[in-house]
């Protein structure tokens, strides 16, 4: 059900996206990692506003994306929480200890479906240095599970007439930053630090590629 009705939405919405976001997507490596996705994997990316969600959608269209959403989400009035329930949306309760959506992330992974995540946890401030420390929820799941990890990094300049960009980075390998003798707090705070500096990269990529 959650899958037909992703597919419905994007099908629908396909011209919106096509003349509000405009969206150009750039690659690392196409090689390694393009907009198809085969096999179970999170897929990473820095946060803008809320239509990064809307054009990670349309980034990996192929591919169910169950994304971590913030409870904020799901508190609103009128239809927005039921339709992000219907996408499959994982609630995350940013005030609580309970760290139930990691194993519904986990779950959705070992049955070969994709998880999107927003490690920055909200939306900078103006004046924040971007990207937010990063939150452990991917380097949690992505411990849990050993899948591909594939960063994305979002320019966020929708509605513009310029397209916005969007680089696609190739998959991290959790295993990779991790090892025997860390300490669980250790491993965790590793990764998410890997995590952080390719996103900042990527950012750095497309910039350059930006002034060419």
């Known amino acids: 059900m959650i899958a037909f009705f992703n597919w419905f939405t994007k099908i629908t919405g396909w011209p919106a996206y096509r003349i509000l ?19 179970p994997a ?4 820095n946060h803008t506003s809320v239509f990064d969600y809307a054009v990670m959608l349309f980034v990996f269209y ?23 329930k219907c996408m499959g949306g ?19 992974l070992r049955k070969g479906g994709v998880v999107l995540i927003f490690p920055e946890s909200r939306i900078p401030l103006p004046e924040e ?15 849990e599970t050993n899948v591909p990890v594939i960063p994305v990094f979002t320019n ?7 397209p916005a960009r969007v680089i ?12 025997p003798e860390m300490t669980e707090a250790e491993k965790i705070e590793s990764v998410t630090a890997a995590f952080r500096e390719k996103i ?3 950012g750095e990529e497309l910039n350059e590629r930006e002034k060419r």
């Not at 192929?62 to 992000?84: C, D, H, I, N, Y």
């Open 90 to 108: 994982i609630y995350v309760d940013r005030d609580s200890h309970d760290f139930g959506f990691i194993e519904k992330s986990a779950r959705i």
């Open 129 to 143: 240095e971007r990207p937010l420390p990063f939150v452990p929820s991917a380097a949690l799941a992505a411990l």
């Open 42 to 45: 999170i897929v990473i990316s």
């Open 21 to 39: 976001f405009r969206t150009k997507v750039l690659f690392e490596d196409r090689e390694k990692q393009g907009r198809r996705i085969h096999g």
């Open 156 to 162: 966020g300049s929708y509605f513009n007439k310029k």
């Open 200 to 202: 900042t990269r990527l």
């Open 168 to 179: 696609v980075g190739t998959p991290l390998n959790p295993a990779e930053y991790v090892r």
């Open 62 to 84: 192929s591919r169910t994306l169950r994304t971590q959403m913030a409870e904020v989400l799901f508190r609103k009035k009128g239809p927005l929480p039921l339709f992000l």
